[in-house]
């Protein structure tokens, strides 16, 4: 993997055996320093990681370093070992400085988010001509937790988590499975309720399957061997509050390379893509609709249209919503977000009764569970209308808003 710049292990006291660790994984040349010269050595050695040891280092010195790194671009990952209270928010926890293998698991998953930014950064300077933003807002507005749990502690971890994110409920692991395939999900909370035989099943298939192997995930309760594939697996124990503050850096590395990922495929899709949402813009919405309506009039082929109109209020879901269907909508179908935050998706070759049961279909997705009761703020009204004889774009539109008479005149 190319680091563009060494690993910077910071410790009050010499570390050699995690250093001789670091280099027999090839996470090389590694540099050493004290809390006192770390960031000296930022400056001069231009760390593409840091390792810090947190034993004897307080928190002003944790915080200085945090600062140093977040200032720098691509992003380089903080790891910091040992037991620790409230660490900076770019900074990752690692508890076990003697689980070398796991440490290591977690430093290149780290390194390979640091690639992705640093390809991200590269093409959006090239991409002149179609211009795509990387929004500067702290990814965790963005990220979606899912909660595993039966127990006595599920509402409280409700609550904690939900008051900085989407928190998507599940009482079997049955229904994750069903959310890790139909949701963008960036951590995994493993409440109680669940016997260790489940845990460890559970764990061992997202252990498995790539996509889910840099996941956020957190066990509440201990576990006897988990798998060293799961690069980004914290078991913390403690009140919900604890809970949560040590997730929430796992969970926001998570977003943040989800969010690289949205604004790679718009880069890559010459900028027709609305970063945010993995929709079209609304001008390549226009031309592709446009064209739609053309060919299925000359073909007399289906063609209908739905719109998703989102609580104004509670914009987040606004955005849950248009991922959750550009994530699921067939690959001949296309959508956009409007400017109030509805979304509009177009169903090639679709009747109107096809056309509401998949409308149906995606509804029951964006639906969760929260304290046991669904958040209906999170659910959309929906309309939908079909092509008819004599459509335009522009009428078809205005009757899925029931503005016919307006349109026509």
Same mark, same amino acid.
């Given at each position: 993997?190319?680091?563009?710049?060494?690993?910077?292990?910071?410790?009050?006291?010499?570390? !050699? !055996?995690?250093?001789?660790?670091?280099?027999?994984?090839?996470? %090389?040349?590694?540099?050493?320093?004290?809390?006192?010269?770390?960031?000296?050595?930022?400056?001069?050695?231009?760390?593409?990681?840091? /390792?810090?040891?947190?034993?004897?280092?307080?928190?002003?010195?944790?915080?200085?370093?945090?600062?140093?790194?977040?200032?720098? *671009?691509?992003?380089?990952?903080?790891?910091?070992?040992?037991? #620790?209270?409230?660490?900076?928010?770019?900074?990752?926890? %690692?508890?076990?400085?003697?689980?070398?293998?796991?440490?290591?698991?977690?430093?290149?998953?780290?390194?390979?988010?640091?690639?992705? #930014?640093? @390809?991200?950064?590269?093409?959006?300077?090239?991409?002149?001509?179609?211009?795509?933003?990387?929004?500067?807002?702290?990814?965790?507005?963005d990220a979606t937790v899912l909660l595993l749990g039966r127990g006595a502690s599920?509402?409280?971890?409700?609550?904690?988590?939900?008051?900085?994110?989407?928190?998507?409920?599940?009482?079997?692991?049955?229904?994750?499975? *069903? #959310?890790?395939?139909?949701?963008?999900?960036?951590?995994?909370?493993?409440? $109680?309720?669940?016997?260790?035989? +489940?845990?460890?099943?559970?764990?061992?298939?997202?252990?498995? $399957?790539?996509?889910?192997?840099?996941?956020?995930?957190?066990?509440?309760?201990?576990?006897?061997?988990?798998?060293?594939?799961?690069?980004?697996?914290?078991?913390?124990?403690?009140?919900?509050? #604890?809970?949560?503050?040590?997730?929430?850096?796992?969970?926001?590395?998570?977003?943040?390379?989800?969010?690289?990922?949205?604004?790679?495929?718009?880069?890559?899709?010459?900028?027709?893509? =609305?970063?945010?949402?993995?929709?079209?813009?609304?001008?390549? %919405?226009?031309? =592709?609709?446009?064209?739609?309506?053309?060919?299925?009039? &000359?073909?007399?082929?289906?063609?209908? +249209?739905?719109?998703?109109?989102?609580?104004?209020?509670?914009?987040?879901?606004? %955005?849950?919503?248009?991922?959750?269907? !550009?994530?699921?909508?067939?690959?001949?179908?296309?959508?956009?977000?409007? $400017?109030?935050?509805? /979304?509009?998706? +177009?169903?090639?070759?679709?009747?109107?009764r096809a056309a509401h049961g998949i409308t149906r279909r995606l509804l029951s997705?964006?639906?969760?569970?929260?304290?046991? &009761?669904?958040?209906?703020?999170?659910?959309?009204?929906? @309309?939908?209308?079909?092509?008819?004889?004599? $459509? @335009?774009?522009?009428?078809?539109?205005?009757?899925?808003?029931?503005? @016919?008479?307006?349109?026509?005149?």
């Amino acid at each position: 993997m190319s680091q563009q710049g060494p690993l910077l292990v910071v410790s009050n006291s010499a570390r !050699s !055996s995690l250093v001789a660790a670091l280099s027999a994984a090839k996470i %090389f040349p590694s540099i050493e320093a004290n809390w006192s010269e770390a960031p000296r050595a930022m400056s001069d050695s231009r760390p593409a990681a840091v /390792v810090a040891v947190l034993d004897g280092a307080s928190e002003a010195d944790v915080a200085v370093v945090a600062r140093e790194a977040a200032a720098r *671009k691509p992003y380089i990952p903080v790891i910091a070992l040992g037991p #620790h209270g409230t660490l900076p928010d770019n900074t990752v926890p %690692f508890r076990s400085e003697n689980d070398t293998d796991r440490l290591v698991a977690r430093l290149r998953a780290a390194l390979r988010l640091r690639s992705l #930014h640093a @390809t991200v950064l590269r093409r959006l300077d090239e991409a002149r001509a179609e211009p795509v933003s990387l929004p500067d807002t702290d990814p965790l507005n963005d990220a979606t937790v899912l909660l595993l749990g039966r127990g006595a502690s599920y509402p409280a971890l409700s609550v904690a988590f939900g008051e900085r994110m989407v928190v998507v409920g599940a009482l079997s692991i049955e229904a994750a499975a *069903k #959310h890790l395939a139909s949701r963008d999900i960036d951590g995994v909370v493993l409440g $109680d309720g669940f016997t260790p035989r +489940v845990i460890d099943a559970f764990l061992t298939v997202l252990a498995e $399957d790539t996509r889910f192997r840099n996941l956020a995930v957190v066990a509440t309760s201990s576990l006897q061997a988990p798998p060293t594939e799961l690069a980004n697996l914290e078991i913390v124990t403690g009140d919900p509050a #604890h809970i949560a503050a040590s997730a929430l850096p796992l969970i926001r590395q998570h977003a943040f390379e989800a969010r690289l990922s949205r604004a790679l495929r718009a880069i890559e899709a010459g900028g027709l893509l =609305d970063p945010q949402t993995g929709l079209l813009t609304k001008p390549a %919405f226009a031309r =592709d609709f446009a064209t739609a309506v053309t060919q299925a009039q &000359k073909q007399r082929s289906g063609l209908a +249209v739905a719109r998703f109109a989102f609580d104004p209020t509670h914009p987040r879901a606004q %955005f849950d919503g248009a991922r959750i269907i !550009s994530r699921l909508m067939r690959r001949i179908d296309f959508g956009t977000r409007e $400017d109030n935050g509805s /979304v509009i998706i +177009v169903f090639a070759e679709t009747d109107l009764r096809a056309a509401h049961g998949i409308t149906r279909r995606l509804l029951s997705v964006m639906r969760h569970t929260s304290h046991g &009761k669904r958040d209906t703020r999170a659910e959309p009204s929906i @309309t939908v209308a079909a092509l008819e004889a004599g $459509d @335009t774009a522009r009428t078809l539109l205005a009757r899925l808003y029931g503005e @016919t008479r307006r349109a026509a005149s």
